[in-house]
């Protein structure tokens, strides 16, 4: 597995990636309506602008497929005082538990305090958290206005 910076040209694979892992990690849990409007295309504006203007920082995972270098998981982070911010964290379905999400985790935020927003009924996501020290805050849960599902906030110290 190889683990690197996003760059401009990688903005295709990851929406691609992004599309496929929200089918795979979210049917059930965030409306259908929601997911059929959120395909490549939106997906590959917001990635190339972020990209572009650098808001965030972003590294990949990859792994060596039969066509070339595959993504297998993304993630993004914001630096910030006193806690970093996790933006997101995708990892592919056929590489989890394999420890891809742990390394991508330690890339965006290592061991510094951090926040991030989650699902509220994403028990894994919110299991893969804890275990590296995060705690929901209390009173944190809100609708997140995209997909209107509930989210909470958990953070680090």
Known sequence: MNVRDVVLDDAVAVAQFQTRTWDECYAGLV?????RTQRVPERLARWAQTLRTGSRGCA???VDGPDGPEVVGVVSWVPGAPSWELRSLY?????RGT?????????????????????RD???????YARHGFTVVAG????????GVPEVSMSRP
């Not at 409306?31 to 997911?35: C, G, K, N, W």
């Not at 420890?99 to 699902?119: I, K, M, S, Y």
């Open 91 to 95: 990892v592919a379905a056929v590489v």
């Open 31 to 35: 409306p259908d309506t929601y997911l």
């Open 140 to 147: 944190s849960e809100q609708v997140d206005t995209g997909t």
């Open 99 to 119: 420890g891809v999400a742990d390394t991508l985790l330690r890339r965006a935020v290592g061991e510094r305090p951090a926040h991030l927003r989650v699902f």
């Open 60 to 62: 990949l995972a990859e």
């Open 122 to 128: 994403n028990a894994r996501a919110r299991r893969f």
